[in-house]
């Protein structure tokens, strides 16, 4: 990768905001090392802005800081998959259990509108993933709790970054997702939550093999 221009006022910020987008992206691979003056020189700035991207990100839990080793992309054993993804299932299923009639259905619309708007790739992209959260998060509002969305919101990266570490089969998961938003729209419940509850240990499967 070449040198990045950083012209915001925060350097730091700047610089965790592109890691991070890397290792959600999948850019920078689990287990890979992250050298400190290896990316001051990329982003042709000084250590310490580097060391203190890194340290954010060791907070959120995407990266690991090795005593006297460094720091690296954080990897997931398949138990910790399938621990996180249990915890997704919670927050998915309650919601959409508790606040089933609190979802937006015009927004509903719309994102089935999309879904269908296309022939998507086999391998998932940025727009695709876009459309996936918002599907998931639509649910998770519909709650209008703003402790428990936090606390969702909180998890996300690594429910974002565990989805890349399979092989992306961005047209199953979209069928998946025009039939649990039919589900929402038709009123049946029973039949939205199946379908979610497939989908999501459909995804922990595959990535916790």
Known sequence: MGPQKLVRESIAE????????EILLA????????????LAEEFESSVMPVRDALKQLVDEGLVVRKPRVGFFVRSFTPREVREIMEV???????????????????RLRFLLERCLSRDWPAVKNPEFDRLDDDIHDLIVSASGNTFLIESYNNIKDRIFLIRHLGESQARRANE?????????LDGDKE?????????????????SL
């Open 191 to 207: 039949r939205a939550k199946e379908i979610l509850q497939a989908h999501i240990d459909r995804v922990t499967c595959e990535v």
């Open 14 to 21: 700047q610089i965790y905001a592109i890691i991070k987008e």
């Open 27 to 38: 850019r920078r691979k689990p287990g890979e090392q992250l050298n400190p003056r290896k």
């Open 176 to 184: 998946e997702h025009v039939l649990l938003i039919q589900a929402i």
């Open 88 to 106: 997704r299932k919670l927050y998915e299923l309650y919601c959409l259990e508790s606040y089933f009639d609190c979802i937006d259905k015009d």
